[in-house]
C-alpha cells in the first residue's frame, strides 16, 4: 500500500522531533524508509528537509549525508539484475547527489513556470490528429518559426493554460514551502512524478529563440521521448538550434529476409505515437519534420537535408537490428566523409547488444537469461547511468526544413471497400491505448502502484491486468528501459522478476546481433526441415481465433482488437500452432509481427525459435489449451470477455464447451458450427505425439547435428562467438567464418533426448512429457483452502499444497527460473493408501 496522508504527517512529526533533539538523524532516516518506503523517501526526502537548510544547516547536511550515503549504497543487493548488467556503476554516478541537484532545478523551475508567461505543461483537449494535421500543413506551406511556435499558447483550445498556472502555483509552493504532505497522497506522487517528466527540471533551459550557428540534426526513430533521451541531452548541450526529424523508409525497417518489422498494427501505433510526440515538441517550442526516405533511402535524404540546413551535426540513438546498425554505420560514414559530425548514442537496450561477451563464461547455456546475465556481469559495459530530465525548450532554428505531413507517410492507412467505406480495423486499438509518452509513464505509474504487488506470483492471469502492458512504448522508445529500471527499483514493491524482463529483452537483442537471420530461419538444422501443415484452413481459424478452443479463441481475439495479449497467453497460442496444429513458428511470427502494436523482431523471432523448439533456448514446456485455462483463467472472465457467445456457460465447462451436455448447452444458446467453431482438432495427445515423433525423426535424419554423448542439439557458431570462444582477433574470427563450422551443444528439451532412446515411446508414456499441468481447478483449491482451515483431512491438505508447488514450479520452468527451493520442514514423501491422516504441510503430525 503507498503511504497514507497519516504516515507523511507522522514523518513531519518526526522531523521536529530531530529539530529538538529528541530523535537523531539516522534514526529519522529509518523512519522515514519503513513509512513511506524506499521509493518515496528517495523522491520526497529532499523536499522534506528542505525547510532545514535555513533552519539548521548541521542538520540538514547530516541528513542529505545520510540519504547520500543510502541511495547510493543500498537497494541493489537484491537487484540481480542490476549487478549483471553492470548497473554497479550507478554507485559511481553519484545518484543522490544529482538527484538533490535535480531537486534544486525542480525548485527553480518552479519559480520560473510562476514567472513564465509560456508554460503550458498540461495535456491539451486537442486531438493528436488534429493537431498534427493543422500544425503541419501550416508548417510545410510557410516555414515555421520560433514566433509562429508560441503561437499555440493563444490558442483558444489550449484551455489548461490557466489550470496550469494553478497547478504551476501549487507545486511550487509545495516544494518550497514544503506543503506537499499536505496534499492527497496520489495526487502527490504522480505530480512529483509528473514534474520531472514535463520538464520540470528544465535541462539547461536554453531560450527558444534561433540561433545564427549551424543546426543540429536530431533524428528520431525508436526514441519518441522527452524523458531520458540521450541524443536529445547531447543535442541541447550543443546549444546549437536543434531540429528535429523523423524519416520513415519502410524498406531499411524491413531488412534482408522477411522481417514483418512494420506490420499494421505497429506502423498504427507509430503514427500515432508520432502524432503525440509532434505535441510534445510542440509544448517545448519545437517541431518534428517528417520526412519520407528518398528512394527509401535515409542517407539520400539526409544528405538533402545537410545542404538544406548547413546542419554540421547529426546526432541520434543507437538502433540494433543487424540491418538498421548496417545503414547508420553508413550514414555516418559518409557524413563524415562530408564534414557533418556524427554521434549515435545508447540507450535503446540497458546494454548494447554488440559489446556484450562471453569471455570468462563460456558457451554452455547460451540462450537462457542466466548466461545472458552472466556475461554481463562477468564483462560489465559502460555504465548505465542515471536517468535524464526531460528538457524545457529547444533552440529553434531560423528556418524549418520542408517536410510532409505525417499522413504521408502511410503508417495508417486504412483499406477501402468497393463501396468507398472505410474500414476502421484500428478503432478497437485506439479505445485500448493511450499513444503518448505520458501514457506509458501513466501505465508505469499504475502498474508499479498495483500490478506488480501481484506481478511476482500471478503475472500469468488472462484475467487480470497483473502485467505492466509496457512493450509497446519500450519498442517505441516512448519509455526508456533505463527509466522504467529505476522507476521499477524504487517503487515500494520491488519485483525482481519484473526486472529480469528487461534481461529478457536484452537477450533478445544480443541474439539477433549474433544470428541476424534469427526472424526467418531456424538456428538448429535439423528442425528447418520439419514436416509442418499445410492446411491453410487451420492457420486461419488460429488467426481469427476460431479453433473451438476458448482460451486460445479469447487470445487470438484480443490480439486482433487491442493489438497485444499477456506472455502467458502468447506462450498457450505458441504452443497451440506448434505442438497441436504442427503449423511453422514463422507464420505465427509473421502474424504476430502484423497484428501486435509491440511487434518487436529481436523479441518476437526470439520468442518463436524458442516455442518452434528450434531457438537457442528451448522452452522446457508445452501449454495445454484447457490445462493452461484452468490456471490463467480459473473464473472463465476472460473467454467470457472475448467470446461472449461462451458467456452462459458455467465456470467450470466453459474452457471445454465440449463436454456440456446437450441441455447446458441449449441453455447457453451455444450451437457448433454456428455460434461457436467446432474443434479444428480434436485427439491432442495424438497430435502432440506427433509432433514429438516428427521432432525424433529429423533429430535422426540429421544426427550430424545432434550430440551422440549428451543428446544435446548442436548449433553451428556464428564467428563472433567463435572468436570469443578461441579467444581470437576479429580478423581471425572472420577467416573462421569461410573455413571451418563450429558446433555447439545447446540446451534439449529432456523429452527429446529420452525419444532418441526410445524411439517408440509416445508423448505420454514420456517420462519427460514437457506438457504443463495447470490448476485442476482453482476454485477446487480454494475450496481445499477452506476446508484446510477446518482441519480437514490432512491427505487433502497435502494434495492442494502439492498442486500450488507444481504451479510455482511451473512457472518458475517458464520463466527459466531454478526450481525453488524445498520448503524446510516440510514432509517430501508422496502418501501412500497406508497414510490416512498422515502429513500435515506444515510438517505436523496429527494422529
Ligand atoms: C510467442 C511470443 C512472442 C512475443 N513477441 C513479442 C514481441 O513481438 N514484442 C514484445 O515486446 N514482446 C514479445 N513477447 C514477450 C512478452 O510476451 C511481451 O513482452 C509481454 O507480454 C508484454 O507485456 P508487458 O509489457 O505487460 O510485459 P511485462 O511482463 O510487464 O514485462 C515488462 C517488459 O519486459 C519485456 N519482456 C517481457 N517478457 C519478455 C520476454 N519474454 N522477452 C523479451 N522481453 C520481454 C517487454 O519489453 C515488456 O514490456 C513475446 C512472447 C511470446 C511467447
Not at 535541462?203 to 533521451?229: Q, T
Not at 549515435?344 to 537462457?368: A, E, N
Not at 546481433?513 to 531456424?522: A, G, H, I, Q, R
Amino acid at each position: 500500500m503507498p503511504p497514507s496522508k497519516g504516515d507523511h504527517a507522522l514523518v513531519r512529526e518526526m522531523l521536529k522531533e530531530v529539530l529538538t533533539g529528541r530523535e537523531d538523524p539516522e534514526g529519522f532516516f529509518a523512519i522515514c524508509l519503513s513509512v513511506l518506503g524506499h521509493r518515496e523517501t528517495y523522491s520526497m526526502f529532499p523536499a522534506l528537509i528542505k525547510p532545514l537548510s535555513t533552519a539548521n544547516i548541521s542538520v540538514h547536511s547530516t541528513l542529505t549525508l545520510i540519504y547520500e550515503e543510502y541511495f547510493s549504497k543500498t537497494g541493489d543487493d537484491d537487484l540481480e539484475l542490476a549487478l549483471a548488467l553492470s548497473l554497479m556503476e550507478m554507485e559511481d554516478q553519484q545518484l543522490s547527489t544529482q538527484h538533490l541537484q535535480s531537486e534544486v532545478r525542480t525548485n527553480q523551475r518552479a519559480s520560473f513556470q510562476l514567472n513564465s508567461a509560456s508554460s503550458s505543461l498540461e495535456k491539451t483537449s486537442i486531438k493528436p490528429e488534429d493537431q498534427v494535421g493543422r500544425g503541419n500543413d501550416r508548417m510545410v506551406k510557410t516555414g515555421f518559426t520560433n514566433d509562429e511556435s508560441k503561437t499555440q499558447d493563444n490558442d483558444p483550445q489550449n484551455n489548461d493554460k490557466a489550470q496550469t498556472k494553478k497547478d504551476a502555483v501549487e507545486e511550487s509552493t509545495n516544494l518550497m514551502e514544503n506543503q506537499t504532505l499536505n496534499q492527497s497522497e496520489k495526487t502527490n506522487r504522480s505530480k512529483s512524478r509528473r514534474k520531472r517528466r514535463k520538464g520540470a527540471v528544465g535541462l539547461i533551459g536554453l531560450p527558444g529563440s534561433p540561433s545564427a550557428s549551424p543546426p543540429v540534426l536530431l533524428w528520431f526513430r525508436r526514441d519518441l521521448r522527452l524523458c531520458d533521451n540521450p541524443a536529445l541531452h547531447a543535442a541541447l548541450e550543443m546549444g546549437a538550434p536543434v531540429i528535429p526529424i523523423f524519416i520513415w523508409s519502410s524498406e531499411e525497417e524491413e531488412g534482408p529476409g522477411v522481417t514483418v518489422a512494420a506490420g499494421g498494427a505497429s506502423k498504427y501505433w507509430l503514427h500515432q505515437a508520432l502524432a503525440c510526440f509532434c505535441i510534445s515538441l510542440n509544448r517545448i517550442g519545437s517541431h518534428l519534420t517528417f520526412l519520407e526516405a528518398e528512394k527509401q533511402s535515409s542517407l539520400r535524404t539526409l544528405k538533402q537535408l545537410v545542404k538544406e540546413t548547413g546542419a554540421r551535426t547529426l546526432l541520434a540513438n543507437a538502433l540494433y537490428e543487424p540491418w538498421l546498425k548496417e545503414r547508420d554505420d553508413a550514414v555516418v560514414s559518409a557524413l563524415q566523409k562530408e564534414g557533418v559530425e556524427c554521434k549515435i548514442s545508447h540507450s535503446y537496450c540497458l546494454r548494447d547488444p554488440y559489446s556484450v561477451s562471453t569471455v570468462g563464461v563460456g558457451l554452455r547455456g547460451i540462450g537462457s537469461v542466466s548466461h545472458f546475465m552472466s556475461c554481463c556481469k562477468q564483462n560489465p559495459g559502460s555504465a548505465i547511468g542515471v536517468p535524464l530530465d526531460p528538457p524545457q525548450t529547444l533552440p529553434t532554428p531560423a528556418c524549418w526544413p520542408q517536410g510532409v505531413p505525417l499522413e504521408a507517410l502511410g503508417l495508417a492507412r486504412m483499406p477501402r471497400r468497393k463501396d468507398g467505406k472505410i474500414i476502421d480495423w484500428a478503432a478497437n486499438i485506439r479505445k485500448s491505448w493511450d499513444f503518448s509518452e505520458d501514457g506509458a509513464h501513466a501505465r508505469l505509474d499504475d502498474f508499479l502502484r498495483d500490478g506488480v504487488y501481484r506481478y511476482e506470483k500471478e503475472s500469468g492471469r488472462a484475467d487480470a491486468p497483473n502485467t505492466s502492458s509496457l512493450s509497446p512504448y519500450l519498442h517505441f522508445g516512448q519509455l526508456s528501459p533505463r527509466w522504467l529500471l529505476w522507476d521499477a527499483k524504487g517503487a515500494r514493491c520491488r519485483s525482481p522478476k519484473f526486472q529480469r524482463k528487461l534481461a529478457w529483452r536484452d537477450l533478445a537483442y544480443w541474439q539477433l546481433t549474433l544470428f541476424p537471420d534469427l526472424p526467418w530461419e531456424s538456428i538448429r538444422p535439423p528442425y528447418k526441415a520439419l514436416r509442418w501443415n499445410t492446411d491453410r484452413s487451420h492457420l486461419k481459424a488460429w488467426q481469427r481465433g476460431k479453433t473451438g478452443y476458448p482460451l486460445v479463441d479469447a487470445a487470438m481475439r484480443q490480439l486482433w482488437l487491442t493489438g497485444w495479449m499477456n506472455n502467458y497467453t502468447r506462450h498457450v497460442v505458441a504452443s497451440f500452432l506448434i505442438a497441436y496444429l504442427h503449423l511453422p513458428w514463422q507464420e505465427g511470427y509473421r502474424w504476430f509481427q502484423d497484428t501486435l502494436v509491440d511487434a518487436d523482431v529481436a523479441i518476437d523471432a526470439m520468442m518463436w525459435q524458442n516455442g518452434g523448439m528450434c531457438g537457442l533456448d528451448h522452452w522446457n514446456f508445452v501449454m495445454h489449451p484447457v490445462d493452461a485455462a484452468l490456471t490463467c483463467d480459473p473464473y472463465g472472465h476472460y473467454v467470457r470477455k472475448w467470446c461472449p457467445e461462451l458467456a452462459d456457460l458455467p465456470d467450470e465447462l466453459i474452457h471445454k464447451p465440449w463436454k456440456c451436455p446437450a441441455s447446458m448447452l441449449r441453455r447457453a444458446r451455444v450451437v457448433f458450427g454456428e455460434t461457436y467453431p467446432e474443434r479444428i482438432v480434436v485427439d491432442l495427445e495424438e497430435r502432440r505425439n506427433q509432433s514429438l515423433q516428427d521432432v525424433a525423426s529429423v533429430r535422426k535424419e540429421f544426427g550430424q547435428f545432434v550430440d551422440k554423448r549428451s543428446g544435446c542439439d548442436l548449433v553451428p557458431l556464428p564467428p563472433r562467438l567463435v572468436s570469443e570462444a578461441l579467444g581470437w582477433s576479429q580478423r581471425d574470427g572472420a577467416a573462421a567464418k569461410e573455413g571451418k563450422q563450429f558446433l555447439l551443444p545447446v540446451i534439449t528439451r529432456m523429452e527429446f533426448k529420452y525419444q532418441q532412446d526410445d524411439p517408440d515411446a509416445d508423448a505420454a508414456s514420456n517420462p519427460y512429457n514437457a506438457v504443463l499441468k495447470g490448476y485442476v481447478s482453482r476454485k477446487r483449491d480454494e475450496t481445499i483452502a477452506f476446508l484446510n482451515q477446518q482441519d480437514f483431512t490432512a491427505s487433502v491438505m497435502y494434495e492442494g499444497a502439492q498442486r500450488r508447488e507444481r504451479l510455482e514450479r511451473d512457472y518458475r520452468r517458464m520463466e527459466g527460473l531454478p526450481p525453488p527451493p524445498s520448503a524446510r520442514g516440510r514432509a517430501r514423501r508422496t502418501p501412500t493408501a497406508k497414510d490416512r491422516f498422515s502429513i500435515v504441510p506444515g510438517g505436523v503430525v496429527t494422529s
